[in-house]
C-alpha cells in the first residue's frame, strides 16, 4: 500500500517550492548515475501505463491545502515523456489546480522532437544534457544519439532550461558547453553535482576558462553570467529547497533528496 514517508502533517510550517510527480519503469537512457537506483526500489513500481497514478486524489488535496504553484513532471528510472498519458494528466491537473499554477517538464529531451505539442503544453522545460560529443554524451547517458537541443530550442514555444551533469566525463569541455549553449540561444543552465558528489566546484571546474561572472545566490547555489547565459551551480547538500513528492508506487514524501525518503 502506499505510505507517506516523512508525511507533513496539514499544520506543517514548511512552504514547499514545487511539488514533484515521479514516473517509474523502463528508460530511454542507461545513466551509469541513475537517482532511481538510489531511491527505495520499493517506490519504483512501474506506472508508465496506470491512470491515474497512484494516489494522485491524495496529492491533488496536498497541493491544495499547501498552496503550491510549481507542479513538476520528473522521474526516478525514467523520463516521463515516456509516461504514456502525459498529456491527460496534465490537462487534468491544469482542470482541477489553481489557475496560476506553472507544470514543468524534466526531461533527457530524446522524445522531444517526437512529442514537440506535448513539449510545448508545459509552462517551462528542464532538459538535461550533458554534452554536445557522442563519445562523451553515450558515456554520461549510457546510450547513443545525442538529442538536437538546437531543433529542440529552436521549436520550443515555452521556456527551456538546461540541466547539465558535471562528471568526470565531462567536466573538461565546460567552457565549449557554455559557448555551444550561448550559441543556440539557450538562457539559462544549471551545472549540477552528482549526488554524494565530495569535491567541491573549484575542483570540478576550470573557472579561467569559463569567464563566470557572479550574480547572486539561490537556494544556496551561486549563479553566474557569462554572455547573456545564467549559470547555476547546483548542489544537492547545499539547496534550500522543499518539495511534496508523489512516488510511483503512491507514497507522497516532503525529502527533497528523494534518495532519503
Known amino acids: 500500500m502506499p505510505t507517506q514517508s516523512p508525511v507533513p502533517n496539514r499544520q506543517s510550517p514548511l512552504a514547499y517550492d514545487f ?26 513500481v512501474p506506472n508508465l501505463d496506470a491512470y491515474p497514478p497512484a494516489n494522485l486524489d491524495e496529492f491533488v488535496e496536498m497541493i491544495r491545502h ?40 524534466h526531461t533527457n529531451g530524446r522524445l522531444a522532437l517526437r512529442r514537440m505539442a506535448v ?32 531543433a ?28 555551444r549553449c550561448r550559441e543556440i ?5 544549471v551545472l549540477r553535482k552528482l549526488y554524494g558528489e565530495g569535491r567541491g566546484w ?11 561572472i557572479r550574480q547572486g545566490d539561490y537556494r544556496g547555489n551561486p549563479v553566474y553570467t557569462v554572455g547573456g547565459l545564467e549559470v547555476t551551480l547546483w548542489d544537492f547538500d547545499a539547496t534550500q529547497s522543499h518539495s511534496l513528492n508523489l512516488f510511483a508506487d503512491g507514497t507522497i514524501s516532503s525529502a527533497y533528496r528523494l534518495a532519503e525518503a
Not at 545513466?31 to 526500489?41: E, L, N, T
Not at 504553484?69 to 498519458?85: A, E, K, M, S
Open 66 to 105: 499547501f498552496a503550491i504553484r510549481q507542479i513538476v513532471f520528473t522521474g526516478t528510472t525514467t523520463d516521463p515523456q515516456l509516461y504514456r498519458h502525459e498529456a491527460r494528466l496534465l490537462d487534468y491537473l491544469r482542470r482541477e489546480l489553481h489557475p496560476e499554477s506553472q507544470f514543468s517538464l
Open 152 to 179: 529542440i530550442v529552436r521549436r520550443a514555444t515555452v521556456p527551456v532550461k538546461v540541466s547539465c551533469v558535471v562528471t568526470d566525463d565531462n567536466r573538461g569541455e565546460m567552457a565549449g558547453f557554455l559557448r
Open 185 to 189: 540561444g539557450v538562457k539559462r543552465l
Open 202 to 212: 573549484d575542483e570540478l571546474l576550470d573557472w579561467a576558462q569559463m569567464g563566470l
Open 119 to 150: 513539449f510545448n503544453s508545459y509552462d517551462r522545460v528542464c532538459v538535461s544534457f550533458p554534452s554536445f560529443d557522442e563519445a562523451t554524451y553515450r558515456r554520461v547517458m549510457g546510450v547513443p544519439g545525442v538529442p538536437d537541443l538546437a
Open 19 to 44: 511539488a514533484n510527480i515521479l514516473f517509474a519503469g523502463a528508460c530511454n537512457a542507461r545513466c551509469p548515475f541513475c537517482i532511481g537506483r538510489q531511491v527505495d526500489s520499493r517506490l519504483n
